[in-house]
Nanobody, 116 residues
Framework: QVQLVESGGDLVHPGGSLRLSCVVSGLLFRLCDMGWYRQAPGKSRALVASITRRGSATYGDSVEGRFTISRDNAENTVYLQMDSLIPEDTAVYFC??????????WGSGTVVTVSS
């Protein structure tokens, strides 16, 4: 059974930092491309950052320079380090695994709220 479990979401003040984690089971994690997406209230789900199985990372324009995606293949985990958070980063953050067969699996999300 495939599971993606996100954690690390919290309420944080503007300018603060959080690190999100996504633990994957039931897949050959090291062969998967991984991504973090977010969905703010009333908006569509959007890509935040992605990392290929070889470790190449890309970022959405709004988070470039503030967020860092990384992966630990030994722990089947992908991380999202979020610094200099702003209220516009408030959203539910989802983890996605993209398998070599072209199948996508999603986690259930973790809530990040940036507010003073």
């Amino acid at each position: 059974q495939v599971q993606l479990v996100e954690s690390g979401g919290d309420l944080v003040h503007p300018g603060g930092s959080l690190r999100l984690s996504c633990v994957v089971s039931g897949l050959l994690f090291r062969l998967c491309d991984m991504g973090w997406y977010r969905q703010a209230p009333g908006k569509s789900r959007a890509l935040v950052a992605s990392i290929t199985r070889r470790g190449s990372a890309t970022y959405g324009d709004s988070v470039e320079g503030r967020f860092t995606i990384s992966r630990d293949n030994a722990e089947n985990t992908v991380y999202l380090q979020m610094d200099s958070l702003i209220p516009e980063d408030t959203a539910v953050y989802f983890c996605k695994a993209h398998t070599p067969a072209g199948v996508d699996y999603w986690g259930s999300g973790t809530v990040v709220t940036v507010s003073s």
